[in-house]
Every structure is written in C-alpha cells, then in structure tokens.
C-alpha cells in the first residue's frame, strides 16, 4: 500500500481482535459520519447567527478608520473560521 493512510487504518485494523473487527469498522464508520454531520450543524450555525448579527455601531465617522481594530489583534483561529465560510 502506498497511501499512509490505507497503512495507518490497516494497522489499527489489525490491532483488533478478528471477532471485532466488523464491530470497529462499523462503529469507526459511524463515528466518522456523526462528526461530520455534527460539523455540518455547528458550520451552518455559525453562519446563520452571523448573517442575522447586528452590526456594532459606528464609532467613527465614515471615511475615517478606528486604529484602535486591526485585523492582526484578531485571534487567529477567528480568522480560519470566517476564512472557511
């Protein structure tokens, strides 16, 4: 097998005793399926709750900018997460 992950699944395959293997395969399977569908939930979550947020309120004039924000002072795990929307 050339792909790490065929070997890696293979090998904890493997590990399992041969009366439950099936079990792990499903209950892996599974397992895989809730966290994506979990995944899915918050994502679309995460989006709804920010489309219906009120903007802050304006503290600077218009066409005047607030030094006191910067992209950088933003976490940047935030970032990653407004990125992937």
Not at 32 to 57: F, M, T, W
């Amino acid at each position: 097998m050339d792909n790490p992950r065929h070997r890696e699944a293979e090998a904890l395959l493997a590990r399992q005793a041969s009366r439950q293997r099936t079990e792990y395969v499903v209950t892996s399977i599974l397992t895989a399926h809730q966290k994506e569908s979990l995944e899915q939930v918050v994502r679309q979550a995460v989006r709804d709750e920010l489309r219906n947020a009120a903007p802050p309120p304006q503290t600077t004039l218009p066409g005047e900018t607030d030094a006191d924000v910067q992209l950088s002072d933003l976490p940047g795990s935030l970032i990653r997460a407004l990125e992937e929307l």
